[in-house]
């Protein structure tokens, strides 16, 4: 799996937007960005996936340049609820046996 | 409802112990893991478990062993507890091809005194 290199902290105000950038120089070709959230005390919560371009749900979006060495996830006008750690991870994780790795996130802070 | 369902929640238990850690989904997954997440925050996959085919993270003591009665239910057995097995497991399922993702439970925080 591609290492993945992303801010340790940040730290926002409600109703911002907030771009979390993660760098994977070593992306392989069938290789996926995929998001996942952690609330303090409970377990992480896939967010969004995507492999090229710019892809958004109802949470967030996520751009992928054309040379997908780097993807930014971004949250749109967070709020307090959003304080969080955000995990990048970079893979083919379409199959279980490529298991998730998690690195050390993004530790989010929003502030009134 | 709740989908991936862990018990205990929270389980303190001396050093030379075994333990067991159940879980459940209710989402009809085909697919199983086990994850510990240090005091460091650092989540790392156990195991993968999909139609009776277990992946083993290399790095896993063998004293960790999960165990599947069915496709809902992925148990983790812990023989011989250490001081450094403390910390939060959580368990989480996934369907088909969609390993990328995961449904994760509230987690059993561990605690080897």
């Known amino acids: 799996l591609a290492k993945t290199t992303q801010p340790i902290s940040m730290d926002s105000y409600e109703g911002q937007e907030v771009n979390i950038t993660c760098s994977h120089n070593?992306?392989?070709?069938?290789?996926?960005i995929t998001w996942y959230q952690q609330f303090p005390s409970q377990g992480p919560r896939f967010i969004i996936q995507?492999?090229?371009t710019k892809v958004t749900n109802e949470v967030a979006s996520l751009f992928i340049p054309a040379d997908r060495k780097s993807s930014t996830l971004s949250l749109p006008r967070v709020s307090l609820s959003d304080t969080a750690v955000y995990y990048c991870?970079?893979?083919?994780?379409?199959?279980?046996?490529?298991?998730?790795?998690f690195g050390g996130g993004t530790r989010l802070m929003v502030k009134p | 409802d709740t989908a991936v369902s862990q018990t205990p929640k929270y389980l303190v238990t001396q050093m030379g112990n075994d333990k067991s850690i159940k879980c459940e989904q209710n989402?009809?997954?085909?697919?199983m893991y086990w994850y510990k997440q240090d005091s460091k925050k650092f989540l790392k996959i156990m195991f993968s478990?999909?139609?009776?085919?277990?992946?083993i993270n290399e790095t896993v003591p063998n004293r960790f062993s999960p165990k599947s009665p069915d496709k809902a239910h992925l148990n983790l057995h812990i023989n011989s507890l250490e001081l450094g097995d403390s910390a939060v497991y959580f368990c989480?399922?996934?369907?088909?091809?969609?390993?990328?993702?995961?449904?994760f439970g509230p987690g059993t925080r561990l605690t080897v005194t």
């Open positions: 989480a399922s996934s369907q088909g091809d969609r390993a990328y993702e995961q449904y």
């Open positions: 070593n992306i392989a070709t069938n290789d996926y």
């Open positions: 995507g492999y090229k």
């Open positions: 991870l970079v893979g083919d994780m379409r199959n279980a046996g490529n298991m998730l790795t």
């Open positions: 989402l009809g997954h085909d697919t």
């Open positions: 478990y999909n139609n009776k085919e277990l992946i």
